[in-house]
């Protein structure tokens, strides 16, 4: 997953000592192995036990109850002979249990903040266990994410989208809730005719008449990839293999700015081999779509602003690079347990940059690589008094939360991953890497699994400081990284001459790709304010569909009068960057006042959580709410 601020994500939890790590390698066999998983504290499901290897579901989208109802059939295998079959639920109406067709009973266990097992008796030679249940009417849950027209770009129809990372399916479907589960998955699910339904599976590409539509994914895949998305979409291929599902406003853009999908994706199987799903197609998602992206497997959702900004530009989106590379470092092969979040995310991470690399956008790579560095660096500056949350690795006790997706996860584990790179040479780290996705294609792996093939292909990890970027804390001292990047370097130095006196058209702007456009706005940040004039008139930000978040912080400190319109066009969008531009509106009773009358009129077009902080931050409490969902 791709958070929309990615690399100002900020944890607290309890982390492992290094001398487990070191004593868990000493005790496994040579590589390959088949270990047992590591425990996973937050799902009540043993996989070792009964466990799921083919899910159906069967499923009614209710809008008017904010409500997904219907059954879950869980195809099971039991080499141990066990007498339960237990999977996660959290806040879901259990209404009746089948084994093999028969009436069972069941028991739902103690609450907890990870949700409640469902306890389901069965004999050993058991096959099929079916789950009749309901989400919660009208819950507001983080797996189900319910928008009213008006949150939506089209305005006219409502939207459903899924989020089930890291342990949130259980939210929506009663299942063995942990990513080292594999399961494939069909599905049956009705929708209000219009509106057209998208899964992580083999997908439709026309609007059913009924609204019924069926799914099929035929590779094994981790609960937390099973995803659901509806509303007023239509489809467009890119390509034979690629394509993307847009809201019908957001179509003729999207069509623009997604040409180079297909290329990327081509040069993503040059890095990592061939692409291991059935398509590559991107699900554009409403503003408010609480992530940048999502990797779901043969769909990854992917808001609009990150992917198709609408600017008419070549602009290669790393959010789309990040989420095709989860296509092997997460789906393909993906951590036993999110204490193991670095497996996914820092993969993803450095090979969000690598692809761009094989692109031929080298200073790109590069300036991602050191966006990496410096966002771990300030990390790790800003937790000095918590530093276990720097360590890549974490171990966790029930009740804590899993909540390792932090700049740890995603920055550390690129810059280890750079490192070895850098050492090893590029071929001998890309045939590490093939290794690593041969030998655990399809199948969970952890910290274990990596330091072991690791040595086996190099030996001695010492002078790597392996162990210390795994499980310590802070910066290893052999971190490869430069402490800067070309394209910073020179936007930083244009923002100088520019805060110096001279004019921003006279330092090369007519050239520049929106990448540096946005780097010289945020080096050059503090000389915005007094120079509104010149760097729209230079630069026609208010004539962008989409500009940079730096952009709209400079507008909500001076409220520059000719670019006012867009202003107000970009809060009445919605969206997650709406919340720092209204904080920055609220710091002075001036603009808490703008901010509150614009609210007003935009409060409808936010989602149910955006509302929420914003309802607080403004201190506002309608007589009517008028909820987005």
Not at 184 to 212: C, D, F, I, Q, R
Not at 547 to 570: G, H, K, L, Q, V
Not at 594 to 609: M, S, T, V
Request: proline residues 7%.
């Amino acid at each position: 997953m791709r958070m929309p601020v990615r690399r100002f994500l900020a944890i607290a939890l309890l982390v492992a000592a290094p001398i487990f790590a070191q004593r868990r390698h000493a005790a496994l066999p040579p590589p390959p192995y088949e270990p047992l998983p590591p425990v996973d504290v937050f799902s009540s499901a043993d996989i070792t036990q009964a466990h799921t290897t083919h899910l159906a579901l069967d499923l009614t989208v209710d809008f008017d109850k904010y409500q997904v109802r219907g059954s879950a059939t869980h195809t099971i295998a039991n080499p141990t002979g066990a007498s339960t079959f237990v999977v996660d639920t959290r806040d879901l109406d259990i209404l009746a249990v089948t084994v093999d067709g028969a009436k069972a009973n069941w028991t739902l266990g103690t609450y907890y903040s990870t949700g409640q097992a469902l306890s389901i008796p069965i004999k050993p030679a058991s096959k099929a266990v079916r789950i009749e249940y309901a989400s919660k009417p009208n819950a507001r849950s983080n797996a189900l994410n319910w928008l009213a027209p008006l949150a939506t770009d089209g305005d006219v129809s409502p939207f459903l989208y899924t989020l089930g990372e890291p342990d949130r399916t259980r939210e929506w479907i009663p299942v063995q809730d942990t990513p080292a589960a594999r399961m494939t998955y069909e599905a049956t699910v009705h929708v209000p005719p219009g509106l057209l339904a998208v899964m992580s599976a083999k997908n439709p590409t026309e609007t059913s008449p009924n609204g019924t539509y069926t799914f099929t994914m035929t590779q094994p895949i981790p609960p937390y990839l099973i995803a659901l998305a509806v509303g007023r979409m239509e489809f467009h291929p890119l390509d034979e293999r690629t394509g993307f599902y847009a809201e019908p406003v957001n179509s003729a853009a999207a069509m623009e700015d997604l040409q180079y999908v297909p290329e990327m994706v081509d040069a993503a199987e040059r890095v990592l081999g061939p692409y291991p799903f059935d398509r590559y197609d991107i699900v554009l998602m409403p503003p408010n779509f609480h992530a940048g992206g999502m990797e779901n497997p043969n769909a990854n959702f992917i808001n609009v602003l990150s992917a198709a900004p609408g600017n008419h530009e070549r602009n290669l989106s790393t959010v789309v690079s990040h989420e095709l590379a989860h296509s092997w470092t997460g789906d393909l092969v993906t951590c036993a347990t999110w204490g193991d979040t670095w497996l996914n995310e820092g993969f993803a991470s450095y090979y969000q940059a690598r692809i761009i690399d094989e692109m031929n956008d080298v200073e790109r790579a590069e300036l991602d690589y050191f966006f990496d560095r410096s966002s771990y660096e300030n990390y790790v500056a800003a937790t000095s008094r918590s530093p276990e949350v720097t360590k890549m690795h974490r171990t966790f006790k029930p009740g804590d939360a899993p909540s390792t997706f932090n700049t740890a996860s995603y920055a550390k584990g690129a810059l280890f991953l750079k490192m070895l790179e850098d050492s090893l040479g590029r071929p001998a780290f890309d045939a590490l890497i093939s290794e690593w996705l041969r030998r655990y294609r399809f199948h969970w792996a952890d910290d274990r699994a990596f330091v072991d093939l690791l040595r086996e292909r190099i030996g001695s990890l010492e002078s790597l400081h392996v162990d210390e970027w795994i499980y310590g804390t802070g910066m290893p001292p052999n971190v490869t990284v430069p402490p800067t990047a070309a394209m910073w370097t020179r936007a930083s130095a244009v923002a100088s001459s520019f805060a110096s006196g001279k004019s921003l058209a006279s330092l090369g702007v007519s050239t520049w790709t929106p990448i540096e456009r946005d780097l010289f706005l945020w080096a050059g940040f503090n000389s915005l304010s007094a120079h509104m004039g010149e760097v729209n008139a230079t630069l026609q930000l208010s004539s962008l569909n989409t500009a940079s978040i730096n952009w709209w912080a400079a507008m909500a400190d001076t409220r520059y009068a000719p670019a006012m319109p867009s202003f107000e066009r970009f809060l009445m969008r919605g969206g997650g960057n709406v919340l720092s531009v209204y904080q920055r509106l609220a710091a002075t009773s001036e603009g808490r006042k703008y901010a509150l009358e614009i609210y007003k009129k935009a409060r409808p077009h936010y989602d149910w959580g955006i509302q929420s902080s914003l309802d607080n931050l403004l201190h506002y409490a309608p007589t009517e709410l008028q909820s987005a969902a």
